[in-house]
């Protein structure tokens, strides 16, 4: 199993500029979720789903937008990019929410200039 | 907001027993205490979940009392290598990370 997966490593984009984040998990997880981490900082969920079809809000969702059409795939698509969205975002994924662990991929590093 | 209370940083020495206390005073009966390491430049990785009294794997043991209001992670004679943030966090449908605690091992 190659886990989470995430592309791209790294972005460089201008302000206004959108774009999607990419997350893939092939251990047929139900539950999928996106994080942002800003540096020495926690992670702040933006949004999650607990199924394909399925999705919601996390503490910090303004200015992203996700949809879960399969249940391998949860991309995270920035609307129009600002330099408050700098910050590195995981992609996790996990059985189910609440007694699961859950499994993060690798992150993606993400400057708005 | 993170619904657990953590110190922020703690300092330990190699060889000795780390214990890193959470509080989750608002805990529903359903959910489970998890914890996570991360080191920099990663993502966080599971180390141990329990729901009451103690539970130990290779890693870590987790202590949670019976009113389940705090609980305790126990890292066995750390190394350098345990130098990392734990975060602790209380199961829900959003799976809310707080700021955790940075653990830094001295020589």
């Known amino acids: 199993n190659a886990g989470v997966t995430q592309t791209p490593k790294f972005q460089v984009l201008k302000t206004g500029q959108s774009m999607t984040l990419q997350c893939a998990q092939d251990m047929n997880h139900e539950y999928m979720s996106w994080y942002r981490q800003d540096p020495g900082m926690g992670l702040r969920l933006i949004h999650y789903s607990v199924g394909a079809g399925i999705t919601d809000q996390g503490e910090v969702p303004n200015g992203y937008n996700v949809s879960r059409s399969t249940t391998e795939d949860f991309p995270l698509r920035l609307l129009s990019a600002a330099p408050s969205q700098t910050s590195v975002y995981f992609c996790?994924?996990?059985?189910?929410?609440?007694?699961?662990?859950?499994?993060f991929g690798p992150g993606t590093r993400l400057t708005v200039l | 907001l993170a619904k657990t209370t953590q110190p922020i940083s703690m300092d330990s020495y190699e060889g000795q027993e780390v214990n890193i206390t959470c509080s989750h005073n608002n805990i529903a009966t359903n959910d489970y205490i998890t914890w996570y390491q991360q080191f920099p430049s990663q993502g966080p990785r599971f180390i141990i979940q329990?729901?009451?009294t103690k539970v130990t794997n290779e890693v870590a043991s987790l202590f949670i009392p019976a009113d389940r209001k705090s609980s305790t992670l126990s890292l066995p004679r750390v190394s350098l290598s345990d130098t990392a943030v734990y975060y602790c966090?209380?199961?829900?449908?959003?799976?809310?990370f707080g700021k955790g605690t940075r653990l830094h091992i001295l020589p």
């Open positions: 966090l209380q199961g829900d449908d959003k799976i809310i």
């Open positions: 996790a994924s996990s059985y189910a929410q609440r007694e699961n662990e859950q499994f």
């Open positions: 329990g729901y009451k």
